[in-house]
Nanobody, 115 residues
Framework: QVQLVESGGGLVQPGGSLRLSCVASGFAFSYYGMNWYRQAPGKERELVASISVDGDYTHYADSVKGRFTISRDNGKNTVLLQMNSLRPEDTGLYYC????????WGQGTQVTVSS
């Protein structure tokens, strides 16, 4: 079955960095675009970053441009989100997403940016 498993979240001070990882299984990973979403408390889930099947095309929310980098390793069925210069407003539950037949979500990994 399709599975997306995120890891790498945690508590970090403002200005710090984290790298999130999403390991996919159960589908032909290299044929699907991949995405990271986040949801802050009391807010709607929002798209953070997307990457094309070969990694040549990426898209970022305006709020994270220049600070976050999405990448993928098709040999390891993994998509990464490098997050630098973190801000308190980056706090939230970060989800890996792919549309494989229908919407597929991971369980999420918590990112908390606080001093």
């Amino acid at each position: 079955q399709v599975q997306l498993v995120e890891s790498g979240g945690g508590l970090v001070q403002p200005g710090g960095s984290l790298r999130l990882s999403c390991v996919a299984s159960g589908f032909a990973f290299s044929y699907y675009g991949m995405n990271w979403y986040r949801q802050a408390p009391g807010k709607e889930r929002e798209l953070v970053a997307s990457i094309s099947v070969d990694g040549d095309y990426t898209h970022y929310a305006d709020s994270v441009k220049g600070r976050f980098t999405i990448s993928r390793d098709n040999g390891k069925n993994t998509v990464l989100l490098q997050m630098n210069s973190l801000r308190p407003e980056d706090t939230g539950l970060y989800y890996c997403y792919a549309r494989v037949g229908y919407d597929r979500w991971g369980q999420g990994t918590q990112v908390t940016v606080s001093s």
